[in-house]
């Protein structure tokens, strides 16, 4: 079992910046691919960003694409998502995930789930 804690949401003015930490624990984190994921109310969870292992790959959304960047700190066992010129559409409920071995940019396929952490942006 990996547990997932996210952290680091809250309310903030469009083209803010905000950092979103997720911690694990229970496995070895660096055996795993992270992702970030969000869910508006009323829409699907959709995928936000993903980083393999080593934190030597990173893919993006589209619509996050040059604003926001997932890290990874594999001696803290966290992974981390700095989003910066936010915007109103971007509020939404963000999870971190975990996949052993591979970092899927599809929710389904992950394994672990965290919570989720508010971020809400407003105009």
């Known amino acids: 079992q990996v547990q997932l804690v996210e952290s680091g949401g809250g309310l903030v003015q469009a083209g803010g910046s905000l950092r979103l930490s997720c911690a694990a624990s229970?496995?070895?984190?660096?055996?795993?691919?992270m992702g970030w994921f969000r869910q508006a109310p009323g829409k699907e969870r959709e995928f936000v960003a993903t980083?393999?292992?080593?934190?030597?790959?990173?893919t993006y959304a589209d619509s996050v694409k040059g604003r926001f960047t997932i890290s990874r700190d594999n001696a803290k066992s966290r992974v981390y998502l700095q989003m910066s010129g936010l915007k109103p559409e971007d509020t939404a409920v963000y999870y971190c995930?975990?996949?052993?071995?591979?970092?899927?940019?599809?929710?389904?396929?992950?394994?672990?789930w965290g919570q989720g952490t508010q971020v809400t942006v407003s105009s």
């Open positions: 229970g496995r070895t984190f660096s055996n795993y691919g």
């Open positions: 995930a975990a996949n052993i071995g591979r970092a899927p940019v599809r929710a389904r396929e992950y394994d672990y």
């Open positions: 980083i393999n292992t080593s934190g030597g790959t990173t």
